[in-house]
């Protein structure tokens, strides 16, 4: 079943940031989608709740050097 999550990641500061975490994101298995927007500080994630779950994306996140606020 894919779930939709939206998390507030603060650190990222222009469209590379942004394309690092979706970058760092994809490479996950069961994650479907990927949207990043550093001004608004969100990060919207599309994963298959079966493959991977929130405490494994959040920590790649926090791996690739942003903040995960929740
Ligand atoms: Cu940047």
């Known amino acids: 079943?894919?779930?939709t999550v939206v998390l507030k990641v603060t650190g990222m500061k222009c469209g590379g940031c942004e394309n690092n975490v979706k970058q760092k994101l994809s490479e996950l298995e069961g994650i479907t989608e990927v949207k990043a927007d550093h001004k608004a500080?969100?990060?919207e994630v599309s994963f298959d709740a079966s493959k991977i779950d929130l405490a494994a994306i959040k920590?790649?996140?926090?791996?690739?050097?942003?903040?995960?606020?929740d």
């Open 1 to 3: 079943m894919t779930e």
């Open 41 to 43: 500080d969100s990060v």
């Open 59 to 69: 920590q790649a996140i926090t791996d690739a050097g942003y903040v995960v606020n």
